[in-house]
């Protein structure tokens, strides 16, 4: 089993459903603080379920939700289908893209599952697609210093403020055991330093900065913003 194919499937890596909507709750909050405003066309790359896309939705002109997941797909494809300015596609729809150019393009919690290779071939088509003064906002990186044990502390943070405490501690140990832990041992995250993740960038000829705050819960998790080369206000 893969990546994909595990998120194709139903994961475990949310304690409970509570956690599921807290998380995606927090991550369209976050994200919406990014968009800004001026209403930008907007792309969100491995966008998981994203319960609350419709939100996020009403500060942009467009979004494009993609998802590498044909049943995370059908159910966004479902769930949205009455609002009129989000879209779904799949990666591949990106080769042949003549919807015109993304103003924001957002890969959140994607880069730890992508080997080097296959991050300089998406940061290469994000690139082409991305409008002259665009950004690309990548996070959720995980440096190397961060472990199992800082992400189960913050989850059990989280579960306080949200309230799904006990589930949380339930959650934890039943991870132990899960398919997430195996397929992770199996096949790794890819972990990076700043230093890394912004030298990888302007490998590719962005400006790039790292900002605060990541998307979601765990701040000892890393953002970035990227734009073209040359732009002051990267």
């Not at 700043?194 to 900002?211: F, K």
């Not at 073209?228 to 206000?233: E, F, I, S």
Request: negative net charge.
């Amino acid at each position: 089993m893969g990546w994909v194919e595990y998120w194709d499937d139903k994961p475990t890596i949310y304690v409970n459903d509570r956690h599921r909507v807290s998380h995606y709750r927090c991550v369209a909050d976050g994200l919406i603080g990014y968009v800004g405003a001026g209403r930008p066309v907007v792309l969100d790359y491995g966008c998981g379920e994203a319960l609350n896309a419709d939100d996020v939705a009403r500060h942009t002109r467009h979004l494009y939700l993609c998802d590498a997941a044909a049943s995370v797909r059908a159910e966004l494809a479902r769930r949205f289908a009455g609002v009129g300015n989000i879209t779904v596609i799949a990666p591949e729809d990106l080769a042949t893209w003549s919807a015109g150019p993304i103003d924001l393009i957002v890969a959140n919690s994607v880069v730890q599952y992508l080997d080097r290779a296959s991050l300089d071939d998406s940061l290469a088509t994000w690139q082409r697609l991305l409008s002259p003064d665009g950004r690309i906002l990548l996070a959720d990186i995980i440096p190397p210093t961060v472990g199992p044990l800082t992400d189960a502390t913050a989850l059990l943070r989280f579960g306080m403020r949200e309230g799904f405490l006990i589930g949380a501690l339930v959650g934890l140990v039943r991870t132990f055991f899960s398919d997430y832990r195996k397929i992770r041992a199996s096949l790794g995250l890819q972990q990076l330093e700043d230093h890394e993740m912004l030298g990888i960038l302007e490998r590719h000829g962005l400006t790039a900065r790292r900002v605060t705050p990541n998307l979601g819960h765990n701040q000892a998790r890393m953002a970035f913003i990227a734009t073209h080369g040359g732009r002051a206000d990267a």
